[in-house]
């Protein structure tokens, strides 16, 4: 029996960490009735084998961002083709709904504690906002959005873009308020620090700039460029491609040159550099609980790693290429939103419980 679940769930043991895949094995085609799946599952013992963490916990075609509601009762999902939404019970293990859309998700976030609230922003300039029964309303931005932000206290929606300006929707008096200029030709991503809500955002030009939200002038940036050195002489300057925080002070940085640098948010020389080896844009990096490791992905690899020497812990290679990563919190579980059908889902026991 043990070698059969090692056989469905595709254990893998790098650096002698063991890592469980939840999500393979064979999966069946849509266009086939039920009661031919019944009989494939009588006749192929590695699809009545296989492990379902989520029933229909897939896209059509491919899935680009996925994130956890804030009451961890719920795991939003966007993918192609054609676009949409899915949502998940994590206590029903099941899909709750689908919504279609009319255009490609670049990024959305989730307002509410539950499913309940949504700001989705699409790849044609909208933004739309969704509540339980369906869409709301819908904008759009002068040019086309990147990233989103939530300030909760002062409800502005913050958006950047191929753009130098940071778009302010407050969704308390329902309006665009002024907005902020930045020193960029265009802003890649943005992230609030909870601890003080002092607003980041990454250019093209690899500087991270800093804003405190009750004030319009900026009050600190760090340029991640000026360590991306070379000893063949100069190099491009790095796009600035993820942010994230730990508590109040420290802050991590991914470039689109393969590398991940952590700041302490009092001095602009990064307390560590990691790099990826393999030249691929960073795409997700996240602070994992109460421990001292740092998860960074590009579309290749997900590595994990300590944060305070760089020191390797692990490292997943999913079978296609990643769009997001996040992490159930408290806990070992990794979700993948990746350019394949099926959601990945990864379990690593050292990181915490399932």
């Keep these: 029996r043990s070698s059969d679940l090692r056989a469905t769930m595709n254990v893998s043991n790098p650096n002698d960490v063991k890592i469980y895949s ?4 064979k999966t069946l085609p ?35 961002r996925i994130k956890i509601s804030p009451d961890g009762q719920y795991i939003l999902a966007a993918g192609t083709y054609k676009p949409r939404i899915r949502c998940y019970d994590v206590n029903q293990l099941s899909m709750k709904f689908e919504r279609c859309l009319d255009t490609d998700v670049q990024q959305f976030l989730i307002l509410s504690e ?23 309303y819908k904008t759009r931005i002068p040019k086309f959005g990147r990233d989103l932000a939530y300030h909760r206290p002062s409800c502005d929606l913050y958006i950047v873009g ?28 943005c ?19 800093c804003w405190d939200p009750r004030s319009p002038t900026r009050v600190g940036s760090v340029d991640v460029g000026a360590v991306e050195t070379t000893d063949a002489g100069p190099k491009r300057l790095p796009s600035v491609t993820a942010l994230s925080y730990r508590g109040a002070l420290t802050m991590g940085v991914g470039t689109d040159a393969g590398q991940a640098l952590l700041y302490d948010i009092r001095s ?13 844009p960073i795409n997700t990096l996240h602070f994992l609980g109460q421990s001292d490791l740092v998860l960074t992905a590009d ?9 305070n020497d760089g020191s390797p812990v692990t490292s997943v290679e999913p079978p296609a290429d990643v ?16 350019e394949a059908e099926r959601i990945q889902s990864y379990y690593i026991p050292s990181l915490g419980i399932a």
């Design 114 to 136: 539950d499913y309940s609230k949504l700001a989705i922003l699409g790849s044609d300039r909208s933004v739309e906002f969704h509540v339980q029964y369906g869409r709301y």
């Design 30 to 64: 849509e266009w086939i009735s039920e009661r031919q799946r019944r009989a494939l599952q009588k006749s192929d013992a590695e699809i009545r084998r296989r492990i379902q963490l989520i029933q229909d916990f897939e896209m059509p075609t491919a899935s680009t």
């Design 299 to 307: 579309t290749k690899i997900l590595k994990i790693w300590n944060q």
């Design 268 to 280: 602009n020389r990064p307390l560590i550099v990691k790099d990826h080896q393999y030249g691929l």
């Design 323 to 338: 769009h997001e990563v996040t992490v159930y919190p408290n806990s070992g579980l990794l979700f993948v939103a990746n």
């Design 191 to 209: 992230c609030i620090n909870p601890e003080h809500q002092l607003l980041a955002v990454g250019s093209e030009e690899g500087r991270v700039e």
């Design 162 to 189: 191929a753009s130098s300006e940071i778009y302010r929707l407050n969704l308390e008096r329902g309006r665009f308020l002024n907005s902020l200029a930045t020193e960029a030709s265009g802003l890649n991503v």
């Design 22 to 25: 939840l999500s393979s094995g």
